[in-house]
Nanobody, 124 residues
Framework: QVPLVESGGGLVQAGGSLRLSCAAS????????MGWFRQAPGKDREFVAT????????YYADSVKGRFIISRDNAKNTVYLQMNSLKPEDTAVYYC?????????????????WGQGTQVTVSS
């Protein structure tokens, strides 16, 4: 079990920025790859960004590439998602996820642990 707690969501105007945080419990955080996913109303959960155990490998969805940055601090058991130049289409519930592997992946089914989600709303 890897409890995950997201924070940092909220309401922001288009063009603005938010930083999401995901705090994990347990001693094995540094061995897990982490990911961020999002789900808009009526849509499937979709991949946003992922990072390997060391932070040396990251992948992004094309829709957020160049605007979002994923990072992690293993000393703090925390992964971050810096979101810049936000657009109304970024509005969704954002979920943090962990997988019992150090290798980053974009596939939602490869993540076994999920947070409760945090709402991000971007107004036009």
């Amino acid at each position: 079990q890897v409890p995950l707690v997201e924070s940092g969501g909220g309401l922001v105007q288009a063009g603005g920025s938010l930083r999401l945080s995901c705090a994990a419990s347990g001693r094995t955080f540094s061995s897990y790859a982490m990911g961020w996913f999002r789900q808009a109303p009526g849509k499937d959960r979709e991949f946003v960004a992922t990072i390997n155990w060391s932070g040396g490998t990251v992948y992004y969805a094309d829709s957020v590439k160049g605007r979002f940055i994923i990072s992690r601090d293993n000393a703090k058991n925390t992964v971050y998602l810096q979101m810049n130049s936000l657009k109304p289409e970024d509005t969704a519930v954002y979920y943090c996820a962990a997988r019992s592997s150090s290798i980053a992946t974009t596939i939602v089914g490869h993540f076994g642990y999920w947070g409760q989600g945090t709402q991000v709303t971007v107004s036009s």
